[in-house]
T-cell receptor, first 110, second 116 residues
Framework: DQQVKQNSPSLSVQEGRISILNCDYT??????FLWYKKYPAEGPTFLIS?????DKNEDGRFTVFLNKSAKHLSLHIVPSQPGDSAVYFC?????????FGSGTKLNVKP | KAGVTQTPRYLIKTRGQQVTLSCSPI?????VSWYQQTPGQGLQFLFE???????NKGNFPGRFSGRQFSNSRSEMNVSTLELGDSALYLC???????????????FGQGTRLTVV
């Protein structure tokens, strides 16, 4: 029972362009959403988050958008850099537990 | 501030054996969660401990168990290992999702378990 889904296993983008990673969820009780970035052989590192009371949160090149009516979350990276190449996981919290998507592997080509 | 520490980093075991993995959370963090990562499956939630009590449990068989000590350090045990248990096991610590809903989880580097 996957409550958080990332339907694109991979994404390839040219350096300098925008990367858009998408995430869908099913549980309307989720109150907090997060994005994590993972390099091979390392644990995921926290990137950016958004509360369910907001629809946008920005941090430098990273912006997360939340569309509650569509139960959809997206991460925009502008401009994309080769160092952004990694697996990105979205996660949702229902106050006491985190649910993760299956990840999207982003490849930013120089 | 030291991050989340998991030991060992790599482990090879044979089928039928048991294994214990260790996780030391960030100082002051009382919640420790364990996840299994396999290719294409993302991070599957195993269980969460807070103040030495298991608060949440994922959909894994009883062969997977854990515990948390008074210093918040946690161990995860897998008995009667199967080939399918080969995965990266990640531990994450957070302040206390119950009290501060918007606290993110910080992950360790994981333990890569290979069952042969």
């Amino acid at each position: 029972d996957q409550q958080v889904k990332q339907n694109s296993p991979s994404l390839s983008v040219q350096e300098g362009r925008i990367s858009i990673l998408n995430c869908d969820y099913t549980n309307s009780m989720f109150d907090y959403f997060l994005w994590y970035k993972k390099y091979p052989a390392e644990g995921p590192t926290f990137l950016i988050s958004i509360s369910s009371i907001k629809d946008k949160n920005e941090d430098g090149r990273f912006t997360v958008f939340l569309n509650k009516s569509a139960k959809h979350l997206s991460l925009h990276i502008v401009p994309s850099q080769p160092g952004d190449s990694a697996v990105y996981f979205c996660a949702a919290s229902d106050f006491n537990k985190f649910y993760f998507g299956s990840g999207t592997k982003l490849n930013v080509k120089p | 501030k030291a991050g989340v520490t998991q030991t060992p980093r790599y482990l090879i075991k044979t089928r039928g054996q048991q294994v214990t993995l260790s996780c030391s959370p960030i100082s002051g963090h009382r919640s420790v969660s364990w996840y299994q990562q396999t290719p294409g499956q993302g991070l599957q939630f195993l269980f969460e401990y807070f103040s030495e009590t298991q608060r949440n449990k994922g959909n894994f068989p009883g062969r997977f168990s854990g515990r948390q000590f008074s210093n918040s350090r946690s161990e995860m045990n897998v008995s009667t290992l199967e080939l399918g248990d080969s995965a990266l096991y990640l531990c994450a610590s957070s302040l206390d999702p119950h009290r501060a809903a918007n606290t993110e989880a910080f992950f360790g580097q994981g333990t890569r378990l290979t069952v042969v």
